[in-house]
């Protein structure tokens, strides 16, 4: 049974950091891209990182870059989002996401709120 189980989210003042963990089962981690996706209230789910199977490569977002960063350890099955100088408009549902050719998975997601 594929799962994704997000962690980490929580409450965090403007300028704060957050680190969000992705812990996958069920399928060879290894082998798949992983992406972080965000979501707000009446908006579409949008991409915010991606990596690529083996680390070696990373995108992000307009919106984040210089503040996030992607990372993920093959050896615990796990993908990060070191996410930094937060801002009010980053509060969002955060999921993870994997995906290889027409097998995609995702999680049920964590609550980021930055609020003062």
């Known amino acids: 049974q594929v799962q994704l189980v997000e962690s980490g989210g929580g409450l965090v003042q403007p300028g704060g950091s957050l680190r969000l963990s992705c812990a996958a089962s069920?399928?060879?981690?290894?082998?798949?891209?992983m992406s972080w996706y965000r979501q707000t209230p009446g908006k579409e789910r949008e991409l915010v990182a991606q990596?690529?199977?083996?680390?070696?490569?990373?995108t992000y977002a307009e919106f984040v870059k210089g503040r996030f960063t992607i990372s993920r350890d093959n050896s615990k099955n796990t993908v990060y989002l070191q996410m930094n100088s937060l801002k009010t408009e980053d509060t969002a549902v955060y999921y993870c996401?994997?995906?290889?050719?027409?097998?995609?998975?995702w999680g049920q997601g964590t609550q980021v709120t930055v609020s003062s």
């Open positions: 990596i690529d199977s083996v680390g070696d490569s990373t």
């Open positions: 069920g399928f060879t981690f290894s082998r798949y891209p």
């Open positions: 996401r994997a995906q290889k050719f027409f097998s995609i998975y």
